[in-house]
């Protein structure tokens, strides 16, 4: 049974980190600054679905990295 989770933390580890490292910054430099301003006041426009589907792998991924940790600490 540790070993099963210990795979699975294993996965999602790396699930997480490639979800976090494909997520493009909130702000690029001056030109983020400047745009941010805007957004809060007019609101952001996803443009790219693909951005608010690596944000629900990436919370989902948290998620199960929790639980696997824990469950990983209660199995010792």
Do not use: C, D, N, P
Not at 10 to 29: D, R, T
Not at 52 to 58: F, I, P, R
Not at 59 to 70: E, P
């Amino acid at each position: 049974m540790k070993t099963f989770v210990i795979v699975i933390h294993l996965l999602v580890s790396f699930i997480l980190i490639s979800s976090i490292l494909l997520q493009s910054g909130k702000s690029a430099g001056l030109s983020g600054a400047i745009s941010g301003g805007a957004e809060s006041i007019w609101g952001k426009s996803k443009g790219r679905s693909y951005e608010g589907l690596l944000a629900k792998v990436t919370a989902v991924g948290a998620i199960l990295f929790v639980v696997t940790s824990v469950s990983l600490v209660v199995l010792r």
